[in-house]
T-cell receptor, first 113, second 113 residues
């Protein structure tokens, strides 16, 4: 299967720890998105990359959150000093250029103890 | 600011009956509109999109959606519901001039056998 891959699927950590998630998009897709989804809500936009450039970032994204896509391929999302409110499903999606459908991974579920 | 509203948390329909899942939007420019479906513990899957042209858009799994500019709506429809259509459905909008997608809160579709 050559879909969007996210690792790990589930991360449990203690409050205050740092966590990093990885997303491997579909190989020919130059656009990559990160979203956060909490129970009963739709995906909430976090950030967007076109190739290696981070072109848009939500104002809701605090300084504890950072994302990279160093070579325009895979991407990482890091959360520093995790808080209870960070517990959520983190979704990655990729797409071709233009107004094209986003292909989503199955997400990383973050649980903060 | 762009926004999406899905007024129904849940829609119940009998198997074989037509279904409608409602979505209204607000954007400053011309909207790009999407419907996605989400199965438990999975990422979202693309169903259909509207960019321009014919107001009736056909998509995957027999779903279609009708764009109505005057009512700023983009309702999802299917002529005959299947039990396998049971899932969470999300409407999304992207405004022209931005890469940011806004998702609705989702509507759970329950199909009664």
């Amino acid at each position: 299967d050559t879909g969007v891959s996210q690792n790990p699927r589930h991360k449990i950590t203690k409050r205050g720890q740092n966590v990093t998630f990885r997303c491997d998009p579909i190989s020919e897709h130059n656009r990559l998105y990160w979203y956060r989804q909490t129970l009963g809500q739709g995906p909430e936009f976090l950030t967007y990359f076109q190739n290696e450039a981070q072109l848009e970032k939500s104002r809701l994204l605090s300084d504890r959150f950072s994302a990279e896509r160093p070579k325009g391929s895979f991407s990482t999302l890091e959360i520093q000093r995790t808080e209870q409110g960070d517990s959520a499903m983190y979704l990655c999606a990729s797409s071709l250029a233009g107004v094209q459908p986003q292909h989503f991974g199955d997400g990383t579920r973050l649980s903060i103890l | 600011a762009q926004s999406v509203a899905q007024p129904e948390d849940q829609v119940n329909v009998a198997e074989g009956n037509p279904l409608t899942v409602k979505c209204t939007y607000s954007v400053s420019g011309n909207p790009y509109l999407f419907w996605y479906v989400q199965y438990p513990n999975r990422g979202l899957q693309f169903l259909l999109k509207y960019i321009t042209g014919d107001n009736l858009v056909k998509g995957s799994y027999g779903f279609e959606a009708e764009f109505n500019k005057s009512q700023t709506s983009f309702h999802l429809k299917k002529p005959s519901a299947l039990v396998s259509d049971y899932a969470l459905y999300f409407c999304a909008v992207r405004d022209t001039g931005t890469y940011k997608y806004i998702f609705g809160t989702g509507t759970r579709l329950k199909v009664l056998a």
